[in-house]
T-cell receptor, first 112, second 117 residues
């Protein structure tokens, strides 16, 4: 079982560029989440999804977009990258909303 | 406003001794609490959780205590081992009055635990 897989692991973007962070899980979990972690801080929720076709905003959604067309995939789109989006991004999934979430290894993004 | 706080950025403990990591929260609607462990360059890994209807939960060397009146929880690791050296995050779920949280987690800042041989 691969669990939660994120690609790429590292990326450097120039200001104003766009990119998509990929996330896929093979555990047939309905719930999926995107978090970001800034240095010395805890993780903050960007977006989440409770099933295919259903997404909603978390605590820090500005500058991001998501889609959920399948149970397995939950890509995170950055439009017009800004230095404030330099962070480590974690995708997670859970079987039910109140059980523990399984996290991917993270994507370290630097915007210069 | 930080709803989950871990006021100790770091903790250093001798191998074999007890490690106690603390966490405070402000939102009385939180009803489920979790601890995650994180190694460098890896994602957080679930460690142990506790529901607000309990005040203690044990799993091997790990015990979580919840004091709802004080809005405080703690993680005890006994005995501590060098492999326990990692960043520990406290997280809370719930907090949506009249609605479900769908497992959305609010995290503390983390505590770096170092266990010396």
């Amino acid at each position: 079982n691969a669990g939660v897989t994120q690609t790429p692991k590292f990326r450097i973007l120039k200001i104003g560029q766009s990119m998509t962070l990929q996330c896929t899980q093979d555990m047939n979990h309905n719930y999926m989440y995107w978090y970001r972690q800034d240095p010395g801080m805890g993780l903050k929720l960007i977006y989440y999804s409770v099933g295919a076709g259903i997404t909603d905003k978390g605590e820090v959604p500005n500058g991001y977009n998501v889609s959920r067309s399948t149970t397995e995939d939950f890509p995170l789109r950055l439009e017009l990258a800004a230095p404030s989006q330099t962070s480590v991004y974690f995708c997670a999934s859970s079987y039910r909303g109140t059980t523990e979430a399984f996290f991917g290894q993270g994507t370290r993004l630097t915007v210069v | 406003d930080q709803q989950v706080k871990q006021n100790s950025p770091s903790l250093s403990v001798q191998e074999g001794r007890i490690s106690i990591l603390n966490c405070d929260y402000t939102n009385s609607m939180f009803d489920y609490f979790l601890w995650y462990k994180k190694y460098p360059a890896e994602g957080p890994t679930f460690l142990i959780s506790i529901s607000s209807i309990k005040d203690k939960n044990e799993d091997g060397r790990f015990t979580v205590f919840l004091n709802k009146s004080a809005k405080h929880l703690s993680l005890h690791i006994v005995p501590s081992q060098p492999g326990d050296s990692a960043v520990y995050f406290c997280a809370a779920s719930g907090g949506n009055a009249g609605g479900t949280s769908y497992g959305k987690l609010t995290f503390g800042q983390g505590t770096i635990l170092t266990v010396h041989p």
